[in-house]
Nanobody, 117 residues
Framework: QVQLVEYGGGLVQPGGSLRLTCAAS??????????WAWYRRAPEKEAETVAR???????YYPNSVMGRFTISSDNDKTAVYLQMDSLKPEDTAVYYC?????????WGQGTQVTVSP
């Protein structure tokens, strides 16, 4: 079983930065074709994908965060990071990470990000 633990959320002023971390523990070494994603869910809004890191290294960002958010992983792909810069109040949400492949997916518990003066 694989567990994902997220941390790094918090309260930040508009224009500030946060770095989220999602670390995998348990039996993750044999997972193939692993890809990572960060999602967010704000109150009364649909969940939104904010970043993807594919197994081949390709990344994806929606227009809403393009140029402000950066996804990366460590060398052994057991952790993923989301660097968030130039944060806006509309970035306020619970952020979740996902580790997935052809026949598996794991989710983190979520971490709150609040952007407010």
């Amino acid at each position: 079983q694989v567990q994902l633990v997220e941390y790094g959320g918090g309260l930040v002023q508009p224009g500030g930065s946060l770095r989220l971390t999602c670390a995998a523990s348990g039996n993750s070494s044999n997972l193939n074709d692993r890809a990572w994603a960060w999602y967010r869910r704000a109150p009364e809004k649909e969940a939104e994908t904010v970043a993807r890191l594919m197994n081949n290294g390709q990344v994806y960002y929606p227009n809403s965060v393009m140029g402000r958010f950066t996804i990366s992983s460590d060398n052994d792909k057991t952790a993923v990071y989301l660097q968030m810069d130039s944060l806006k109040p509309e970035d306020t949400a619970v952020y979740y990470c996902e580790l997935y492949g052809t026949d598996y997916e794991y989710w983190g518990q979520g971490t709150q990000v609040t952007v407010s003066p």
